[in-house]
């Protein structure tokens, strides 16, 4: 089946600190002109979808809002999709708070928390550390946004949402309900909003981790922009691309699944 839709993650791949990478409007112009179907998904819970929807337009990658899905939005619907409007202790930036909000949770403390969201913070402290683990250790829902070991910046790579999930469970011993790739919640969901079947669509990613694994774990293609191909992921069936002009030209000549 011809591909009809892309998924594209966001940091690392169309943009770096805010700045777009090379060929990044160019192709997504390129996509739109031809008449396909895009979504953009991101990791990043410190990102709610408003501030990431004006960014991209900002940066000159046109997106519209519903094109656009953080895993911050998807955690704070996912919970109130299986579990209603819940008092949540949140560990992250604002962009985390201001989806837990929009979606009807309560912002609460450590005592009446039902459950701990948890997504990268970078004003972690101790005392927020000790509040989530008296939380879960009082019985509230885990739930991490992601565990992303890393965040790529135009300074090189720095700790991810996976560094403040994983010290919470080494000292809760408790393992996390995970939301963020490489689960594949957020792919389906896009789908839904694309109106497209997953063997309608590519994703193109920067880390295999995340991007491709989601991928692989729905049964669609994916193309990882990275200058060097990962001999491992190639054997499961990625493919890569040197940029994002490469990719583009993989996914027009249909070249995705081979």
């Known amino acids: 089946m011809p591909i009809r839709g892309v998924v594209f993650d966001l940091d690392g791949t169309l ?10 409007v160019e192709v997504v112009s390129e996509l739109r002109r031809r008449g396909l179907r895009l979504a953009f998904l991101t990791n990043n819970s410190t990102y709610s979808v408003r501030n990431l ?6 940066m000159g ?6 094109e656009v899905l953080t895993s911050s939005y998807v955690t704070a619907r996912w919970l109130l999709e299986t579990r209603g409007e819940v008092g949540v202790l ?18 609460v403390g450590e005592e009446e928390a039902e459950a701990v969201v ?27 946004t992601n565990r992303d070991r890393y965040l790529p910046t135009e300074h090189g790579p720095v ?3 996976g560094a403040v999930v994983a010290a919470i469970e080494a000292v809760t011993g408790r393992n996390p309900i995970v939301v963020g790739k490489p689960e594949p919640l957020m792919l389906d969901r896009a789908l839904r909003r ?30 990882i922009v990275w200058r060097d191909p990962d001999p491992r992921w190639e ?11 490469a990719a583009l030209k993989l996914i027009l000549e249909g070249n995705v699944d081979e």
């Open 15 to 24: 943009f770096v600190s805010f700045r777009p990478r090379e060929g990044a």
């Open 53 to 58: 929807h004006r960014a991209l337009n900002g």
């Open 61 to 66: 990658i046109v997106a519209a809002m519903d």
């Open 90 to 107: 949140p560990i992250g930036e604002a962009g985390l708070v201001e989806e837990l909000v929009r979606a009807g949770h309560r912002v």
């Open 118 to 144: 948890v997504g990268l913070d970078r004003e972690l402290t101790y005392s927020k550390l000790m509040r989530a683990c008296r939380a879960i250790w009082r019985g509230a829902l885990f739930v991490a």
């Open 159 to 161: 700790p991810g949402a």
């Open 194 to 223: 694309m109106g497209l079947d997953r063997s309608e669509v590519v994703v193109v990613g920067d880390n295999p981790e995340t991007d491709a694994e989601m991928a692989l774990r729905a049964g669609v293609p994916s193309v």
């Open 235 to 245: 054997a499961r069936g990625v493919r890569y691309s040197r940029d994002l002009r």
